[in-house]
């Protein structure tokens, strides 16, 4: 068992930065891949980004060029930096990592007014 635990959402206007931790309770070396996935009101989850165990990342087209997701696993966090944030980035955005099975966080909430 692993416990996620989001944190740095906020209220932001467009155009600003944020950037999100997602810190877990043990060792994250075993996790073959982490990510951040967000969900808005009345939509579908949706993958924003992930990075394997080997550092390979991966994004959602709507957030290429302007995201970067990175892991310390010394630190046992995983990261999301955010930048040229959009009113269309607000969501609820959890943290995800799976070994044998998938772990959630419990969301941390961002908010970008236009």
């Known amino acids: 068992q692993v416990q996620l635990v989001e944190s740095g959402g906020g209220l932001v206007q467009a155009g600003g930065s944020l950037r999100l931790s997602c810190a877990a309770s043990?060792?994250?070396?075993?996790?073959?891949?982490m990510g951040w996935y967000r969900q808005a009101p009345g939509k579908q989850r949706e993958l924003v980004a992930t990075?394997?165990?080997?550092?390979?990342?991966k994004y959602a087209d709507s957030v290429k060029d302007r995201f970067s997701i990175s892991r310390n696993n010394a630190n046992k966090t995983l990261y999301l930096q955010m930048n040229s944030l959009k009113p269309e980035d607000t969501a609820l955005y959890y943290c995800?990592?799976?070994?044998?099975?998938?772990?959630w966080g419990q969301g941390t909430q961002v908010t970008v007014s236009s």
């Open positions: 995800y990592a799976e070994a044998t099975w998938p772990y």
């Open positions: 043990r060792s994250i070396l075993n996790m073959n891949v």
């Open positions: 990075i394997s165990r080997g550092g390979s990342t």
